[in-house]
């Protein structure tokens, strides 16, 4: 892989991507809140869910874009509906032209990281053996992003469990130092609406509806979502060209070859990571 000079700051910059950063640069800019997953956390789950519920409590259009450049953001803004972003920073570029172009594991930090220290932050997090199996099957069954075996992805260096530890330290720091921020995780999504009533009320500051919320997770079932998008064709991830609507597993690291388990086991850091994520549902900070 192609590294950039020292002085270009490698990973800021990509000249291939050059139009797609500064697009998501300025949507980042204007969003009041931006939700930061890892590939494979339910960011996909989330949007429709809180697009929906959105849609249901201040009348904008029903859509899982809920912060954009193009479409009628300015709209949603004069309805005093919070502008959201979602993003996965680096992992926003790695797929088969970036892995060629670029050695992003060299990088620091998130790349947007100046932008995100100003915006109220959601920390989407899923225990990140599970959340790299699931981004595996990914890459190699849907976006053919990746052609390798299970153990070469995770000896990869944008991959593997080096890229994950980077990845998760560099999320759990901004954390621990950004105030206006909350975790929410996706096991804990998935158990009830508890969580949901602490996410919704971070992002609109407003009481909640709970019977919006409700009528938005029935909409939102796996399977009824599934059968929509396949009958109208119409809700497609524009970067991969496959169909938005993906089904999350739980407990993967069970599948995996014993020479990768140990490999996990034996990682320090990696062990302390997920023993942090796991005990991050303790009661959020407060905004100042």
């Not at 930090?109 to 790299?132: Q, V």
């Not at 609109?204 to 919320?213: D, M, R, S, V």
């Not at 599948?255 to 990571?273: A, D, R």
Request: proline share 3%; with cysteine.
């Amino acid at each position: 892989m192609t590294r950039l000079p020292e002085t270009m700051a490698a990973g800021k910059i990509i000249e291939y991507f050059d139009l797609r950063y500064k697009a998501l640069h300025l949507e980042y800019s204007r969003a009041d809140s931006i939700c930061i997953s890892f590939p494979k956390c339910g960011r996909t789950w989330v949007r429709y869910v809180l697009g929906h519920y959105l849609h249901l409590q201040y009348g904008v259009e029903d859509t899982h874009v809920l912060n954009t450049i193009k479409r009628k953001w300015k709209k949603r803004k004069k309805l005093n509906c919070p502008l959201i972003s979602f993003t996965h920073d680096n992992h926003s570029f790695v797929n088969e032209q970036t892995i060629k172009r670029i050695d992003l594991s060299i990088d620091s930090g998130f790349m947007f990281e100046k932008i995100f220290k100003k915006k109220k932050l959601i920390f989407l997090l899923r225990d990140p053996i599970d959340a790299s199996v699931s981004y595996y099957k990914m890459c190699t069954n849907i976006t053919k992003s990746f052609n390798g075996s299970i153990e070469e992805w995770f000896e990869h260096p944008m991959f593997g469990i080096d890229a994950i530890v980077k990845w998760y330290q560099t999320a759990i720091n901004l954390y621990n130092n950004h105030k206006k921020s909350i975790v929410v995780c996706y096991e804990e999504l998935k158990q009830g609406t508890n969580k949901w009533y602490t996410l919704i009320d971070f992002i609109t500051e407003k009481p909640i509806n709970h019977a919006y919320l409700e009528q938005s997770l029935d909409r939102m079932n796996f399977e009824k979502k599934k059968k929509e998008e396949m009958e109208n064709k119409k809700i497609v991830d524009p970067y991969n060209n496959a169909l938005f609507v993906r089904k999350g597993g739980k407990n993967y690291q069970t599948e995996l070859p014993q020479q990768i388990q140990n490999s996990i086991n034996n990682h320090k850091q990696l062990c302390e990571i997920r023993k942090c994520v796991a005990s991050m549902a303790s009661p959020n900070k407060t905004l100042n």
